[in-house]
C-alpha cells in the first residue's frame, strides 16, 4: 500500500464500540479485531475516495498533540496494512 491507494472498509466488517476501543468483525471469517481511536479514526476514513495521504492528513489535524506529518503517514500505513492483512479493508 502506498500514499496513493484508495483504502475501502469491506462491506463484511463491522465495528462496534468496546469498553476500550473499538471491535471490528469480520462476518466472512468470523474474526473480531479489537483497534484503539487511532485504528478507528482510520477505518471511518476508508470510504475508497480518500486516500491514504489524505486520511494522514485528518488524522494530523485531529490530533492534539501530533507527530510530524511524515510519522503520521508512516503509521496510517502501518495499520492500513494491518488492516489490509486482516481482511478488514481493500484497495483501490
Known sequence: MDLHDKPQKLAM?????QQ???GLFNTE???FY???????????RCTGSNTVQQI????F???LDPPEPDAVEKDV????DQM???GLVSVA
Open 13 to 17: 466488517v463491522y465495528a462496534r464500540r
Open 20 to 22: 476500550d476501543g473499538y
Open 29 to 31: 471469517t468470523a474474526r
Open 34 to 44: 479489537i483497534i484503539n481511536e487511532i485504528g478507528y479514526e482510520v477505518w471511518e
Open 56 to 59: 494522514a492528513q485528518a488524522l
Open 61 to 63: 489535524e485531529i490530533l
Open 77 to 80: 500505513l502501518e495499520i492500513l
Open 84 to 86: 489490509h492483512q486482516n
